[in-house]
T-cell receptor
Framework: KNEVEQSPQNLTAQEGEFITINCSYS?????LHWLQQHPGGGIVSLFM???GKKKHGRLIATINIQEKHSSLHITASHPRDSAVYIC???????????FGAGTILRVKS | DTGVSQDPRHKITKRGQNVTFRCDPI?????LYWYRQTLGQGPEFLTY????????KSRLLSDRFSAERPKGSFSTLEIQRTEQGDSAMYLC?????????????FGPGTRLTVL
Protein backbone atom coordinates (compact mmCIF):
# COMPACT_ATOMS: atom_id res chain seq x y z
CA LYS A 1 0.00 0.00 0.00
CA ASN A 2 1.33 3.44 -0.88
CA GLU A 3 2.12 5.71 2.02
CA VAL A 4 0.18 8.56 0.36
CA GLU A 5 -3.12 7.88 -1.34
CA GLN A 6 -5.16 10.39 -3.29
CA SER A 7 -8.75 10.29 -4.48
CA PRO A 8 -10.20 10.58 -6.96
CA GLN A 9 -7.60 9.70 -9.59
CA ASN A 10 -9.55 11.58 -12.25
CA LEU A 11 -12.11 14.31 -11.85
CA THR A 12 -14.14 16.15 -14.46
CA ALA A 13 -16.16 19.15 -13.34
CA GLN A 14 -18.27 21.84 -14.92
CA GLU A 15 -17.09 25.41 -14.65
CA GLY A 16 -18.28 26.96 -11.40
CA GLU A 17 -18.51 23.71 -9.44
CA PHE A 18 -17.00 23.20 -5.99
CA ILE A 19 -14.22 20.62 -6.14
CA THR A 20 -12.69 18.47 -3.42
CA ILE A 21 -9.57 16.33 -3.73
CA ASN A 22 -8.62 14.06 -0.87
CA CYS A 23 -5.29 12.82 0.46
CA SER A 24 -4.73 10.15 3.11
CA TYR A 25 -1.36 9.13 4.49
CA SER A 26 -0.20 6.32 6.71
CA UNK A 27 3.01 7.72 8.21
CA UNK A 28 3.91 10.38 10.73
CA UNK A 29 4.56 13.66 9.01
CA UNK A 30 5.94 17.08 9.80
CA UNK A 31 4.30 18.83 6.84
CA LEU A 32 1.99 18.19 3.92
CA HIS A 33 2.18 19.91 0.54
CA TRP A 34 -0.42 20.42 -2.13
CA LEU A 35 1.21 20.89 -5.52
CA GLN A 36 -0.13 21.74 -8.97
CA GLN A 37 1.38 20.37 -12.15
CA HIS A 38 0.39 21.59 -15.60
CA PRO A 39 1.07 19.76 -18.89
CA GLY A 40 4.76 20.27 -19.61
CA GLY A 41 5.72 19.22 -16.13
CA GLY A 42 6.50 22.24 -13.95
CA ILE A 43 5.34 21.87 -10.36
CA VAL A 44 4.03 24.80 -8.36
CA SER A 45 3.56 24.64 -4.62
CA LEU A 46 0.05 25.67 -3.64
CA PHE A 47 0.12 25.07 0.11
CA MET A 48 2.31 23.69 2.81
CA UNK A 49 0.54 22.95 6.07
CA UNK A 50 1.09 21.08 9.29
CA UNK A 51 -2.24 21.81 10.99
CA GLY A 52 -5.59 23.48 10.47
CA LYS A 53 -6.57 25.27 7.34
CA LYS A 54 -5.09 27.64 4.75
CA LYS A 55 -6.82 29.71 2.09
CA HIS A 56 -5.44 31.38 -1.00
CA GLY A 57 -7.90 32.93 -3.40
CA ARG A 58 -10.32 30.20 -4.48
CA LEU A 59 -8.20 27.42 -3.00
CA ILE A 60 -8.60 26.03 0.50
CA ALA A 61 -6.51 23.30 2.09
CA THR A 62 -7.31 21.53 5.34
CA ILE A 63 -5.51 18.89 7.33
CA ASN A 64 -6.61 16.61 10.17
CA ILE A 65 -3.48 15.25 11.82
CA GLN A 66 -5.35 12.74 14.01
CA GLU A 67 -7.14 11.23 11.01
CA LYS A 68 -4.07 11.55 8.73
CA HIS A 69 -6.17 13.20 6.07
CA SER A 70 -6.05 16.39 4.03
CA SER A 71 -8.39 17.94 1.50
CA LEU A 72 -7.89 20.51 -1.22
CA HIS A 73 -10.98 22.48 -2.20
CA ILE A 74 -11.45 24.69 -5.24
CA THR A 75 -14.40 27.04 -5.18
CA ALA A 76 -15.98 28.43 -8.36
CA SER A 77 -13.81 26.20 -10.54
CA HIS A 78 -12.55 27.49 -13.88
CA PRO A 79 -11.07 25.76 -16.93
CA ARG A 80 -7.66 27.25 -16.07
CA ASP A 81 -7.74 25.11 -12.89
CA SER A 82 -7.35 22.04 -15.11
CA ALA A 83 -4.12 20.38 -14.01
CA VAL A 84 -2.75 17.51 -11.96
CA TYR A 85 -2.95 18.11 -8.21
CA ILE A 86 -0.43 16.23 -6.12
CA CYS A 87 -0.32 15.65 -2.38
CA UNK A 88 3.13 15.16 -0.84
CA UNK A 89 4.20 14.60 2.75
CA UNK A 90 7.45 15.10 4.63
CA UNK A 91 7.89 11.99 6.74
CA UNK A 92 8.83 12.76 10.32
CA UNK A 93 11.51 15.41 10.19
CA UNK A 94 13.23 13.86 7.20
CA UNK A 95 14.24 15.77 4.15
CA UNK A 96 12.57 14.05 1.25
CA UNK A 97 8.97 14.24 0.13
CA UNK A 98 6.74 11.23 -0.49
CA PHE A 99 4.18 11.90 -3.18
CA GLY A 100 0.73 10.66 -4.03
CA ALA A 101 0.00 9.61 -7.60
CA GLY A 102 -1.89 12.81 -8.33
CA THR A 103 -5.45 13.73 -9.27
CA ILE A 104 -6.10 14.74 -12.86
CA LEU A 105 -8.64 17.56 -12.85
CA ARG A 106 -10.44 18.76 -15.94
CA VAL A 107 -12.82 21.69 -15.68
CA LYS A 108 -15.11 22.10 -18.68
CA SER A 109 -16.61 25.42 -19.72
CA ASP B 1 14.11 34.89 -12.67
CA THR B 2 15.08 33.74 -9.18
CA GLY B 3 13.36 30.34 -9.23
CA VAL B 4 14.84 26.89 -9.71
CA SER B 5 15.98 26.33 -13.28
CA GLN B 6 16.77 23.11 -15.13
CA ASP B 7 18.53 22.48 -18.38
CA PRO B 8 17.71 21.07 -20.84
CA ARG B 9 13.92 21.03 -20.68
CA HIS B 10 13.71 18.14 -23.10
CA LYS B 11 16.23 15.48 -24.09
CA ILE B 12 15.79 12.72 -26.63
CA THR B 13 18.55 10.14 -26.77
CA LYS B 14 19.22 6.69 -28.09
CA ARG B 15 19.52 3.72 -25.79
CA GLY B 16 23.06 3.28 -24.55
CA GLN B 17 24.01 6.96 -24.70
CA ASN B 18 24.99 9.03 -21.68
CA VAL B 19 23.02 12.11 -20.70
CA THR B 20 23.62 14.89 -18.17
CA PHE B 21 21.10 17.27 -16.69
CA ARG B 22 21.74 20.46 -14.78
CA CYS B 23 19.82 22.11 -11.96
CA ASP B 24 20.39 25.64 -10.65
CA PRO B 25 18.68 26.11 -7.29
CA ILE B 26 17.43 29.31 -5.72
CA UNK B 27 20.62 31.09 -4.77
CA UNK B 28 20.38 31.05 -0.98
CA UNK B 29 19.07 27.48 -0.79
CA UNK B 30 21.54 24.99 0.68
CA UNK B 31 19.50 21.83 0.01
CA LEU B 32 18.93 20.38 -3.43
CA TYR B 33 16.80 17.37 -4.34
CA TRP B 34 16.38 15.21 -7.42
CA TYR B 35 13.11 13.38 -8.14
CA ARG B 36 11.95 11.21 -11.02
CA GLN B 37 8.39 11.11 -12.32
CA THR B 38 7.11 8.52 -14.75
CA LEU B 39 3.91 8.92 -16.73
CA GLY B 40 0.80 8.89 -14.59
CA GLN B 41 2.69 8.67 -11.32
CA GLY B 42 3.75 11.09 -8.65
CA PRO B 43 7.44 11.99 -8.36
CA GLU B 44 9.80 9.62 -6.53
CA PHE B 45 12.82 10.69 -4.51
CA LEU B 46 16.24 9.98 -6.01
CA THR B 47 18.80 11.87 -3.93
CA TYR B 48 19.48 15.05 -2.01
CA UNK B 49 22.39 17.31 -1.15
CA UNK B 50 23.11 19.53 1.82
CA UNK B 51 25.55 22.04 0.35
CA UNK B 52 28.04 19.88 -1.59
CA UNK B 53 27.46 16.70 0.44
CA UNK B 54 25.20 14.01 -0.97
CA UNK B 55 23.39 12.86 2.17
CA UNK B 56 20.82 10.38 0.93
CA LYS B 57 20.35 8.21 -2.14
CA SER B 58 17.31 6.15 -3.04
CA ARG B 59 17.73 2.54 -4.09
CA LEU B 60 16.10 3.74 -7.33
CA LEU B 61 19.44 5.36 -8.11
CA SER B 62 21.26 2.50 -9.81
CA ASP B 63 24.99 2.43 -10.52
CA ARG B 64 24.30 4.07 -13.87
CA PHE B 65 23.11 7.23 -12.12
CA SER B 66 25.42 9.75 -10.50
CA ALA B 67 24.71 13.16 -9.07
CA GLU B 68 27.11 15.88 -8.03
CA ARG B 69 26.98 19.30 -6.48
CA PRO B 70 30.65 20.25 -6.53
CA LYS B 71 30.51 23.77 -5.13
CA GLY B 72 27.25 23.56 -3.24
CA SER B 73 25.43 25.57 -5.90
CA PHE B 74 24.29 23.93 -9.14
CA SER B 75 23.94 20.17 -9.44
CA THR B 76 24.27 17.69 -12.28
CA LEU B 77 22.57 14.33 -12.71
CA GLU B 78 24.22 11.95 -15.15
CA ILE B 79 22.73 8.76 -16.50
CA GLN B 80 25.15 6.39 -18.21
CA ARG B 81 24.17 3.76 -20.77
CA THR B 82 20.56 4.94 -20.84
CA GLU B 83 17.75 2.39 -21.03
CA GLN B 84 14.19 2.86 -22.25
CA GLY B 85 13.01 2.54 -18.65
CA ASP B 86 14.90 5.73 -17.82
CA SER B 87 12.37 7.73 -19.85
CA ALA B 88 10.76 10.06 -17.33
CA MET B 89 10.56 13.62 -16.08
CA TYR B 90 13.52 14.49 -13.86
CA LEU B 91 12.63 17.15 -11.33
CA CYS B 92 14.93 19.24 -9.20
CA UNK B 93 13.88 21.10 -6.07
CA UNK B 94 15.70 23.28 -3.57
CA UNK B 95 15.11 24.46 -0.02
CA UNK B 96 16.73 26.37 2.82
CA UNK B 97 17.13 24.26 5.92
CA UNK B 98 16.75 27.21 8.30
CA UNK B 99 13.26 28.03 7.01
CA UNK B 100 10.40 27.02 9.28
CA UNK B 101 9.27 23.96 7.37
CA UNK B 102 12.10 23.54 4.89
CA UNK B 103 9.67 24.14 2.01
CA UNK B 104 10.87 22.78 -1.33
CA UNK B 105 10.59 24.80 -4.54
CA PHE B 106 10.53 22.90 -7.81
CA GLY B 107 12.09 23.52 -11.17
CA PRO B 108 10.30 22.95 -14.51
CA GLY B 109 11.83 19.52 -14.97
CA THR B 110 13.81 17.81 -17.73
CA ARG B 111 11.80 15.35 -19.81
CA LEU B 112 13.98 12.47 -20.99
CA THR B 113 12.93 10.20 -23.82
CA VAL B 114 15.12 7.17 -24.53
CA LEU B 115 14.49 5.63 -27.94
Amino acid sequence: KNEVEQSPQNLTAQEGEFITINCSYSVGISALHWLQQHPGGGIVSLFMLSSGKKKHGRLIATINIQEKHSSLHITASHPRDSAVYICAVRKGYGNKLVFGAGTILRVKS
Amino acid sequence: DTGVSQDPRHKITKRGQNVTFRCDPISEHNRLYWYRQTLGQGPEFLTYFQNEAQLEKSRLLSDRFSAERPKGSFSTLEIQRTEQGDSAMYLCASSFDKSTYNEQFFGPGTRLTVL
